[in-house]
């Protein structure tokens, strides 16, 4: 595993890459830490050219500061990483506030995303009128504004299907921690407050599959996924486990993660030529 950092605007963020392969860029939500991947991204390297970072003013990278961090600057952030580490263009993986990531990029900088997996964006904003979790961020933010940010941050965690019945890494869940007051001030609002880009993602001619895990059907991030598939007319698949199945169980994520970015890679530019030069075909 190589790591490293690069310097965007106003931030280094810390990167890690493992592997070999076409690149495949992974975006963590809530906490931005490249280590929620470390396990299922070893287990992906014998196929892909893994990346993972922290995201900007999270865990090892800089640039925390007093103002709120924009779904576009996350998405300049990613395309300053793919330019740097992937020859301007990568797979990208998201999982919730990732995949949201994952969706303005595609939307943004669309040459530079080879295909995009967005699983589980946590767009509650595309629930129905009538559905209580529409105003779940705000009530998150509003726990935090009474009763301190890691209050808010316990009832996000418990608002998250399975957590606490696996563990977590000792480091990651120490910077996890660290990361809570940022989360609050500075990212959670615009995770709530995003609209995608409709008529972009509609133009982008990148391949995209929208993604759920089998054991969050009726969850407030699960179902965004399938409004944003049928409003674009894009393919849905359906993953192992819950919310974090890559920390939950990361063997069975590599797996169904591996059929489908290979399936995307394809699509989008026929067999890559590292895999086919492997093949020693003549």
């Known amino acids: 595993m190589l790591n490293g950092t690069v310097h965007v605007d106003g931030a280094d963020l810390y990167y890690e890459v493992r592997g070999q392969g076409p690149a495949l860029l992974m ?23 893994v990346i993972s970072y922290d995201r900007r003013g ?13 779904m576009r600057e996350q998405a300049q952030d990613t395309k300053a990483l793919i ?30 995303v080879r295909g995009l997996i967005a699983h589980e964006p946590p767009l509650v904003g595309l629930l129905p009128d009538d559905d209580p979790d529409r105003g779940f961020f705000d009530e998150v933010l509003a726990v935090a504004e009474d009763d301190g940010v890691m209050a808010a941050g316990a009832r996000f965690v418990q608002s ?27 990212e959670f609002a615009a995770f709530g407050d995003y609209t995608p880009d409709w008529d972009a993602l509609a133009s ?7 993604a ?4 969050d059907r009726g969850c407030n991030y699960f179902t965004p996924s ?8 894009l393919p849905w698949a ?39 030069n492997s093949a020693a075909l003549t």
Do not use: K
Not at 58 to 69: C, F, L
Not at 212 to 215: D, K, M, Q, V
Not at 258 to 272: E, F, K, M, P
């Open 204 to 210: 982008c001619g990148v391949p995209i599959v929208m």
């Open 160 to 186: 998250v299907r399975g957590e606490g019945t696996y563990p977590w890494p000792t480091d990651v869940h120490e910077r996890f921690l660290g990361n809570i007051t940022h989360l609050f001030t500075n």
């Open 83 to 112: 330019d740097e580490l992937a020859d301007g263009r990568a797979l990208v993986f998201g999982n919730s506030g990732g995949a949201i990531i994952g969706l303005e990029l595609t939307a943004a900088f669309p040459t530079a």
């Open 238 to 276: 359906e993953f192992p486990g819950y919310h974090l199945p890559f920390m939950e169980r990361p063997r069975e994520f590599a797996a169904a993660l591996r059929a489908v970015a290979t399936q995307l890679v394809s699509t989008a530019d026929s067999i890559a030529p590292a895999w086919r």
């Open 27 to 49: 975006i963590s939500g809530a906490g931005g830490d490249a280590g929620f991947y470390s396990e299922a991204a070893g287990l992906l390297e014998n196929s892909f050219t």
């Open 212 to 215: 759920a895990g089998s054991e």
């Open 58 to 70: 999270n865990s090892r990278s800089t640039g925390r500061t007093d103002a709120q961090t924009t």
């Open 226 to 233: 399938i409004v944003i598939a049928e409003r674009l007319n």
